[in-house]
């Protein structure tokens, strides 16, 4: 493994059991994704791009195989390393923005630095840098409610930002905003890859997956189909 | 995650549901403001009972003598009441006896009472406190002359129908006239006003200045009590063991005087002060004992209502749980933001009940006669005891909150 890989999984397998009913939602999966790559998973639902997406993103821990993150082994870590790593390693852009509705731009940006134990001062300059990134400057005050959705996804990419995260786990970003803001948002990340940032977005819509370098399809839990692009 | 970011989390949550943190923290609201309430009327009772009520009524460093216990109250039987009545009275040669068999340095006074109208001038005074006193008896009990003089031994010894007032009673009758010199009726008596003591306040909401002191041996004598007998032979000793020793000495003059054997209990009384203060030391500790386990039903009734909200805050909150938690919050993070919320939740409610309870306490005290203190330790016990409620009751909730799967949490609407 270089050093510029920064995820390598290796026979990655997921099983839920649902009951008396068992479903393999992973079944052996084996990728590599450099630094600074900008890769698109994509596949019809079912196909476990959504697992493959909580298990890149440490939020759940596969039932067979091994992920490396960064040089790191995350597979069987516990539920409190692994929200370490998620704090480290991972910023995460999710399709309903998932921001505290009661909390102003400034304040959603800053919860990650609170877990990562930063001090009240660095955490505001830092916040207020990130924000400053995406062009909202000027709504650091504002909540959720008071923002538009592109605007409220520029606050969950400045949230996920502010850590200086190893990915960008993006879950279809774009779900829930119209095709002009779409293109905004895209913008940003393009620009973000353009500064050296890895991303790894998830999604099902191909004009989306367009602006990524690499796109990768899964089918039944496996790789169907794994292409390098022109970036749109 | 640090501890301050924790409170400040809790108390924006707090603030931002003004109502509904009010409604949860109403139990220990609740339960905190009747303990510092009840705390402070009980120590201000313990204040007026050491320093009024026994300073009062017996004095320091004083015993009296009399056939039966004044101050009993509380469980006594019919048998010993039968007891008590059947005792011989104190006649006046029992405490000449006494007097003369004590020989350690004294103040001494005899007391006969009862209640009476005095007329003035046609105007009627009812029930006013009529006492048959000796000269000592107003330097015993410490009270000094707003006007006039005490009687002196020999008006007393030659009955002379002289008089001396409380503060009240003199207002009452005489307004702004100079009470000295003039002439009340007592019973049909004639008697002459030759002092006013100053005011002595009330206990429990009774006069202590309705009365008037004449001379025991004056025509008063005829009705305060039966010939020859008096209520009570009071003693001062310097001391405390000045006081014990003329006690000693007292009894032991008595029981001669009864004639009674070693084996036979007294068929008289010796109360002093500290045994009022025994009587209300009983009834403090019942309140004391009482006291948490009122407290404690409000407090838990508090925590199951805390328990409830915080459960319900969990619930409606595990959206943002999951996001915290993808964010990197561990499970440690949660566990304290919940549990720093209820515990706010809690010492916010205690605090306002410290506020509620001093001023229950304080409109007590200006409203009735029953005197109140703040004790400063019911109010640390207070605010303690409620961030100990919320603590308790938010350790199960949080640990739910603390133990979601942030993929299912997030998805949670």
């Known amino acids: ?232 | 995650m640090s501890f301050g970011d924790a409170i400040r989390i809790a108390l924006g949550v707090v603030w931002s549901q003004k109502m509904k943190s009010i409604f949860s923290a109403v139990g220990v609201f609740v339960g905190v403001t009747f303990l510092i309430a009840v705390v402070s009327i009980i120590e201000g009772m313990n204040h007026y009972m050491t320093d009024k009520f026994a300073g009062a009524l017996l004095g320091v460093n004083t015993f009296q003598l009399s056939r039966r216990p004044n101050f009993q109250v509380g469980n006594v039987s019919d048998s010993t009441w039968h007891a008590w009545a059947r005792r011989p009275r104190i006649t006046y040669d029992d405490a000449r006896a006494v007097v003369s068999g004590i020989h350690v340095p004294i103040m001494w006074a005899w007391e006969s009472q009862t209640s009476s109208d005095i007329q003035y001038r046609g105007k009627t005074a009812a029930r006013v406190r009529v006492l048959g006193v000796t000269d000592q008896y107003f330097a015993l009990k410490g009270w000094n002359f707003a006007m006039g003089r005490p009687f002196t031994a020999q008006e007393n010894e030659t009955g002379q129908p002289v008089v001396v007032m409380g503060y009240d009673l003199a207002q009452k009758i005489f307004g702004k006239q100079d009470p000295i010199n003039r002439t009340i009726q007592i019973r049909g008596l004639p008697y002459r006003i030759i002092g006013v003591i100053e005011s002595q306040g009330n206990i429990f909401g009774m006069s202590l200045d309705n009365f008037v002191a004449a001379p025991a041996l004056s025509p008063v004598k005829r009705f305060v009590n039966r010939p020859h007998v008096l209520d009570a032979l009071l003693v001062k000793g310097t001391s405390i063991t000045d006081m014990q020793a003329a006690m000693d000495q007292a009894e032991a003059v008595m029981r001669t005087r009864r004639h009674l054997r070693p084996t036979q209990a007294d068929n008289f009384t010796l109360e002093t002060a500290s045994g009022v203060l025994d009587f209300w030391s009983k009834i403090n500790q019942i309140l004391i004992i009482a006291l948490p386990g009122l407290v404690s039903i409000s407090l838990v009734v508090g925590g199951i209502v805390i328990m409830n909200i915080m459960l319900m805050a969990v619930a409606e909150r595990t959206r943002e749980i999951g996001i915290r938690k993808a964010l990197g919050a561990r499970r440690r993070d949660i566990l304290r933001q919940f549990l720093v919320e209820s515990a706010t939740l809690a010492t916010v409610g205690a605090s306002l009940g410290v506020g509620t309870g001093l001023g229950v306490a304080w409109i007590v005290t200006s409203t009735t006669f029953l005197p109140a203190r703040v004790a400063p330790w019911s109010i640390v016990v207070g605010v303690v005891l409620g961030a100990g409620v919320g603590i308790t009751a938010g350790l199960y909730p949080a640990s739910r909150a603390s133990r979601l799967d942030p993929i299912a949490a997030m998805r949670h609407e």
């Open chain 1, 1 to 232: 493994m270089t050093n510029d890989t920064i995820i390598r999984v290796r026979g990655l397998a997921r099983v839920y059991e649902m009951g008396s009913e068992t479903v393999h939602a992973l079944r052996g999966v084996d990728l590599d994704i450099g630094r600074n790559e900008y890769v698109a998973i994509m596949g019809p639902s079912g196909s476990g791009k959504s697992t493959m997406m909580n298990l890149i993103g440490c939020l759940d821990t596969p039932t067979a195989g091994e992920y490396w993150l960064n040089g790191t082994e995350v597979s069987r870590m516990t539920d409190d390393a692994l929200a370490d790593v998620r704090n480290r390693e991972i910023g995460f852009v999710f399709q309903t923005f998932n921001l505290l509705p009661r909390a102003s731009a400034l304040h959603n940006v800053e919860l990650p630095l609170i877990y990562a134990g930063l001090k009240t001062a660095d955490r505001r300059a830092r916040a207020e840098a990130a924000l400053r990134r995406v062009g909202l400057a000027e709504r650091m005050h504002h909540k959720p409610n008071e923002l538009s959705g592109g605007q409220r996804q520029r606050v969950a990419i400045a949230r996920a930002l502010v850590n200086d995260p190893s990915i960008l786990l993006a879950d279809e970003p774009t779900g829930n905003l119209d095709s002009v803001t779409s293109e905004e948002i895209m913008a940003v990340f393009a620009e973000l890859h353009g500064q050296g940032q890895t991303v790894v977005m998830v999604t099902h819509e191909p004009d989306i997956a367009e602006h990524a370098g690499r796109v990768v399809t899964l089918r039944d839990g496996l790789i169907h189909s794994d292409t390098l692009q022109e970036a749109a």
